[in-house]
């Protein structure tokens, strides 16, 4: 506990040390912003045009393939300001700077976590609340503080799982340093797969996103049910609700894998 | 040296013996016992083929340092020094042998042991690029929690000694390597670490600079008591330092004990320097040889163990002496004769590497 008390305040150290190196290039950080402002509307917009020409989308209607746009794009825009350099972790590796973090009393994980934070990455977040309250508006679904709070939940679980999937490409790369184009084709890829609803895919593809790469539990299988509908690989109810426990092991399962990679660091000779 | 052997009791002074007991004792801060490591590595031999070998970076070296001690740790290039550095601040995990510093073991600990030790790699920074050195110094004081009116004496100390007044609201690429050097060792010591280790800190200094990081390093020692381990290929360094010097090659230790010993240890020779009235054949004569003439001046060589009065007097009885003066063995020559005496010399990796099957 006291480990990830640690973690944290280090975390939130050297996030400042990059905020305020960030500042130092303020014509870049406002570049970057506007341009990662304006891809993600284009996605968006991309829904749109398509329902300017139909009303439903495999069976789904505008305002439900906004709420899937919505809730993966906040749990990926979570998972990317928190862990978002991840994929960056093969670069350290290989020219040996992770020695020098290494050396300071804040766990590494804390640190690669925090290493080169952005906080334009926020934008993602802001612009995935904004469409779900759109989404909202148009569904009026007459939900109950309950289904409100699960959505939040699915938000929630959705960002972890993302989170260990970026964590577990980074704990990859300690062996295999070029690992990074992998894990964003899993992570970014997988977002833009969980924007549409499961019905527009083949089953032979849902099924590897459900029991291969977890990804429908981000939000897919929870969101299903919130919308009552059928799951089109026709599992059992409860599985609906195993988003948390999918988030649990897969956590657990990226910590075991980089205490295994941190052992393995090798350096560079020097 | 004599202060080391004080501890090790019954386990005798013999310095060319890396090995000791390891008495546990609160003073022993450094304990090393069979350490090792393997690399394995993988090689292109042939258009696609490639073979499996392991280097042995360090290959079972055992020592011991004790709280207050300056050690200076020297030898070729690819010897086994920055790895055995790596592995004593828990950035490398060791592949076998044991290894404790201030009882804790830098592997499982090491965020623990962080606290208490300072590193600077000459090759690599920890300060923040794009940021005045001054708030990579701040930085230091909250991850570390230093109080507050101790940070800001160690920082006034370091700032005045390593002469860093101008420099602190300088953005840190702006520095030059010198500059950025004395901004890292500074860095690495305001948490008040009881070790410090410095691989290379000199390197690429001037001597103006490499003065004042020496002199630094002496008072730090001295003043404060803090353990000292440096790899260095400027053997000035250690001769003003250290008291004691460690020689490793091929991952293992070659020598562990003080610098007349080193002379010793590595057959080391003095020269006695002859200006004769006129010229002559070499001079031949008992206990020294000859090892060059010029003119009317010869340079003899003997052992550096033997007195040279003996000498002086058996030259000045048969030959028609002028005037003549002493050289002390250089220790660059002592230590490349230790190398190439250490096996077959030559370029190869210094490492011992052998191809593993499979
Ligand atoms: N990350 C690594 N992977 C593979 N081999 C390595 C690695 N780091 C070091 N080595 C090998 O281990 C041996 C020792 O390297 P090390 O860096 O410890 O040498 P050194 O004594 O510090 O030399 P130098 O004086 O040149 O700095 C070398 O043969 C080197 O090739
Ligand atoms: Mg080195």
């Known amino acids: 506990m006291v480990k990830v008390l640690d973690g944290l305040r280090g975390y939130g150290l050297i996030v400042g040390m ?66 978002g350099n991840m994929d960056q ?44 309250g759109w989404a909202l508006a148009q569904l009026r679904p007459g939900w109950s503080v309950l289904e409100y709070a699960l959505l939040a939940g699915v938000i929630v679980c959705g960002a972890a799982i993302f989170g260990a999937l970026w964590a577990l ?10 690992a990074a184009q992998v894990q964003n084709s899993v992570t970014y890829g997988g977002n833009r797969l969980l924007q549409y609803p499961p019905t527009i895919y083949g089953t032979e593809l849902v099924r590897g996103v459900t029991y291969v790469v977890p990804l429908a539990f981000v939000n897919w299988v929870p ?33 075991l894998l980089w205490r295994v990679g941190v052992r393995s660091y090798r350096s560079t000779g020097s | 040296m004599d202060g080391m052997a004080a501890s090790d009791g019954m386990d005798g002074t013999d310095g060319m013996d890396g090995t000791r007991g390891t008495v546990a004792g609160g003073d022993e801060l450094i304990v090393l016992e069979e350490l090792e490591k393997v690399f394995r590595v993988r090689r292109r031999a042939g ?40 592995m004593l601040t ?34 690599r920074t920890t300060l923040w690029w794009d940021l005045p050195l001054r708030d990579s110094y701040a930085l ?5 929690r230093v109080p507050q009116a101790r940070f800001r004496e160690n920082l006034e100390r370091c700032v005045e000694l390593l002469d860093l007044a101008e420099l602190l609201e300088v953005p840190v690429r702006q520095l030059s390597l010198g500059q950025r050097m004395r901004g890292d060792i500074a860095a690495a010591l305001l948490h008040d670490p009881e070790v410090l280790y410095l691989d290379e800190p000199t390197i690429g200094l001037d001597v103006i600079s490499k003065a004042k990081v020496r002199s630094f390093l002496r008072e730090l020692n001295a003043e404060r008591g803090t353990t000292v381990l440096l790899t260095t ?30 002379y010793e240890a590595g057959a080391g020779e003095r020269q006695l320097v002859v200006d004769l009235e006129r010229e002559q054949p070499p001079i031949s004569v008992e206990g020294a040889r000859t090892v060059r003439v010029e003119g009317p001046r010869q340079w003899l060589a003997f052992p550096a163990k033997a007195s040279a009065a003996p000498l002086v007097a058996r030259v000045a009885a048969d030959y028609p002496l002028l005037d003549l003066s002493l050289r002390e063995p250089d220790i660059e020559d002592v230590i490349a004769r230790m190398y190439a005496s250490g096996d077959g010399g030559g370029d190869g990796p210094r490492a011992a590497e052998v191809p593993v099957a499979g």
Not at chain 1, 229 to 247: E, H, I, K, N, Q
Not at chain 2, 57 to 86: C, D, H, L, Q, W
Not at chain 2, 140 to 144: I, K, P
């Open chain 1, 18 to 83: 990059w905020f305020r190196s960030t500042l130092a290039y303020r014509a870049s950080f406002l570049l970057t912003t506007l341009g990662n402002a304006i891809t993600s509307w284009l996605e968006f917009a991309g829904i749109l045009i398509i329902f300017s020409h139909v009303d439903q989308l495999g069976g789904f209607s505008v305002g439900e393939v906004a709420l899937m746009y919505a809730t993966a794009s906040c749990s990926l825009g979570l998972a990317d300001l928190f862990l």
């Open chain 1, 89 to 132: 972790l093969g670069a350290r590796v290989r020219d040996g700077s992770v020695d020098t973090m290494l050396i300071r009393p804040v766990p590494l994980f804390a640190q690669v976590a925090a290493d080169r934070f952005v906080l334009r990455r926020v934008g993602r977040i802001v612009q995935g609340l904004l469409v779900l």
């Open chain 1, 169 to 178: 490409g980074g704990a990859f790369q300690f062996w295999a340093q070029d």
């Open chain 1, 223 to 255: 969101l299903l049910r919130l919308l009552d509908r059928d799951d089109p690989l026709g599992l059992p109810g409860w599985v609906d609700f195993l988003s948390p426990l999918v988030a649990v092991v897969m956590c657990a399962l990226t910590a």
């Open chain 2, 47 to 86: 258009r696609f083929r490639r073979t499996r070998s392991e280097v042995r970076a360090v290959n079972g070296i055992s020592f011991t340092v004790r709280r207050g001690e300056m050690v200076g740790y020297i030898g070729p290039n690819g010897a086994g020094k920055s790895t055995t550095i790596k």
């Open chain 2, 90 to 123: 828990g950035i490398l995990t060791p592949s076998g042998g044991r290894l404790r510093v201030a009882g804790i073991d830098p592997q499982h600990e090491r965020t623990r042991l962080a606290r208490r030790i300072g590193v600077v790699f000459g090759q």
């Open chain 2, 140 to 144: 230091v004081r909250r991850m570390y």
């Open chain 2, 233 to 262: 290929h400027d053997l000035t360094d250690i001769e003003q330092l250290c008291r004691r010097v460690m020689v490793i090659d091929h991952g293992r230790l070659m020598y562990d004990g003080g610098l007349p010993g080193l």
